[in-house]
């Protein structure tokens, strides 16, 4: 996705630049017939334009009030998928008791950690009908490679991983049965938004909505010039592709966000949230080991 603030004109235009030309070649024929040729009679009142002009910018503004509910939507759940890695993590490296820290415990805690991070990408490339395998090698083990490998759906098969370990560590005695449940419970919250995310990815917004409002754009813009021309002569050339950029953009912007798992620039930025969710846990799986001892204070009574 482009995080950048300023968006490029070239971007921007490049979407509607045939559409744009195909407007000015066809404004530019209808001056000529009404200006060099006489053929007065093709100009209609300015009314008739107007009055579909507001009945398509209702339509636009619904679709892309939709378009833009979709894209928050997945971006929300993005949100939540951050705190609960978090939350993951943190249960994971604080909940074992510390009496039972060993150096299998330790290998444990950076598995668990490790392969949550490896989630994140996965659900991301996957929603993006990318290889959900793709960099996750430096992530897993090999024995985890090939066991999700199997899996379709290679997200699921992380979090199974992830339920078997965690009963693993029950069976262990490095957490509790109320522990395990907390635990399970943040994993289950992560299922949940993988499944909001498939939802949005599978449910395709209404074909003939789409159709229908793209038909009453181009409607609009063939009936533009004839309103115009009696008015504005050449000057309408330049104020009908301005016009007609207009709608059109806005309804790009509605198709564009309509899909925010597309591999778009206008996408939810599911890779780059992934990224930082690893840094975070990494940090956290970091600081658990290296965490410097504080000095034991003696007691008030031992100060002479």
Request: charged content about 20%.
């Amino acid at each position: 996705m482009l995080l950048k603030k300023n968006i490029p004109l070239q971007y921007v235009f490049g979407k509607i630049k045939y559409e744009i030309l195909l407007v000015a070649i066809y404004t530019l024929i209808i001056n000529i017939l009404y200006c060099r040729y006489d053929f007065t009679d093709i100009a209609i009142p300015i009314a008739i334009p107007m009055v579909l002009g507001t009945v398509l910018s209702l339509l636009l503004a619904f679709r892309s009030n939709q378009a833009y509910d979709r894209w928050w939507e997945a971006r929300t759940i993005w949100g939540a998928i951050v705190n609960d890695s978090r939350s993951l993590t943190r249960q994971v490296l604080s909940l074992m008791d510390a009496t039972y820290q060993s150096e299998d415990l330790t290998l444990f805690q950076e598995r668990f950690v490790k392969r949550q991070a490896a989630w994140c990408y996965s659900l991301g490339q996957s929603l993006r009908k990318t290889d959900p395998l793709k960099g996750l090698d430096r992530l897993l083990s090999r024995r985890e490679l090939n066991y999700v490998m199997k899996y379709d759906n290679v997200p699921a098969a992380l979090l199974f991983l992830h339920g078997k370990d965690l009963k693993y560590a029950l069976e262990q005695g490095w957490v509790n049965q109320y522990q395990q449940i907390a635990i399970d419970q943040t994993i289950s919250r992560l299922c949940d938004a993988m499944g909001k995310c498939e939802r949005i990815k599978n449910t395709v917004f209404p074909a003939t909505y789409s159709l229908y409002t793209h038909f009453t754009v181009i409607f609009f813009i063939l009936l533009l010039p004839f309103a115009l021309i009696d008015v504005l002569g050449f000057m309408e050339i330049p104020l009908v592709i301005a016009i007609a950029a207009s709608f059109l953009l806005i309804e790009k912007m509605g198709i564009n966000l309509q899909d925010p798992f597309e591999n778009k620039p206008t996408d939810t930025p599911v890779t780059t949230i992934a990224r930082n969710i690893e840094k975070d846990l990494r940090q956290m799986l970091h600081e658990q080991y290296h965490m410097p001892e504080e000095p034991v204070e003696k007691p008030a009574y031992y100060v002479l």
